[in-house]
């Protein structure tokens, strides 16, 4: 079945510091990817997406490319802020079947002054 | 976008009671998806709600410990009955976006605590 893996968290960062979150894929066909975010006290958020190979997804200064070679979709951002801290999770739903998304673990991102 | 309310936004309960948590829409949606999220752990769905048929559980998760409800287009409930420490969780509510089905709008979650 479709699987979703995450790197461990916490990820702890500077203000300003460059962020990379890995996310790779298993999946039949051609998912369609997603970054959701929660923030404290919150439910989950669509961050990014993106639909086939090699699009990029972005949004917020985050971006993610859907590389189908290494069936990854990782998440980026050049330069975090304070409020940037939160939990971060991965997400695909798959081309022929539903569109219920499955989701990674989910990666708690902490960025410090 | 979908704007999504639940209620009660935390909950401390003893074991063996029973908490009803209650999930708005602002706009009529035709399926409502309930989620459990344990600490450290990914989202895992636990039913599918229509209105006017019985909602669609996933495996692991049966009618009698999760009754749903979905009386229209707008409103859901999800019970958790007979309630243990293993059931603390957060329980999400999340609805697919009108015109843009790859995608979900999520309530903010009930914080249950089961002691």
């Known amino acids: 079945g479709d699987s979703v893996t995450q790197m461990e968290g916490p990820v702890t960062l500077s203000e300003e510091a460059f962020l990379t979150i890995n996310c790779t894929y298993t999946?039949?066909?051609?998912?369609?990817l997603f970054w959701y975010v929660q923030y404290p006290g919150e439910g989950l958020q669509l961050l990014l997406k993106?639909?086939?190979?090699?699009d990029k997804g972005s949004n917020k200064g985050f971006e993610a490319t859907y590389r189908k070679e290494t069936t990854s979709f990782h998440l980026e951002k050049g330069s975090v802020q304070v409020s940037d801290s939160a939990v971060y999770f991965c997400?695909?739903?798959?081309?022929?079947?539903?569109?219920?998304?499955?989701f990674g673990r989910g990666t708690s991102l902490i960025v410090h002054p | 976008s979908a704007v999504i309310s639940q209620k009660p936004s935390r909950d401390i309960c003893q074991r063996g009671t029973s908490l009803t948590i209650q999930c708005q829409v602002d706009?009529?949606?035709?399926?409502m998806f309930w989620y459990r999220q344990q600490p450290g752990q990914s989202l895992t769905l636990i039913a599918t709600?229509?209105?006017?048929?019985?909602?669609?559980?996933e495996s692991g998760f049966v009618i009698d410990k999760f009754p749903i409800s979905r009386p229209n287009l707008t409103f859901s409930t999800l019970t958790v009955s007979n309630m243990s420490p293993e059931d603390s969780s957060i329980y999400l509510c999340?609805?697919?976006?009108?015109?843009?089905?790859?995608?979900?709008?999520f309530g903010p979650g009930t914080r249950l605590t089961v002691l």
């Open positions: 999340s609805v697919e976006g009108e015109g843009r089905p790859n995608e979900q709008f």
């Open positions: 999946a039949t066909g051609y998912p369609s």
């Open positions: 993106a639909t086939k190979a090699d």
């Open positions: 997400a695909l739903t798959s081309s022929g079947g539903s569109y219920i998304p499955t």
């Open positions: 706009s009529q949606v035709t399926m």
């Open positions: 709600a229509n209105q006017g048929s019985e909602a669609t559980y």
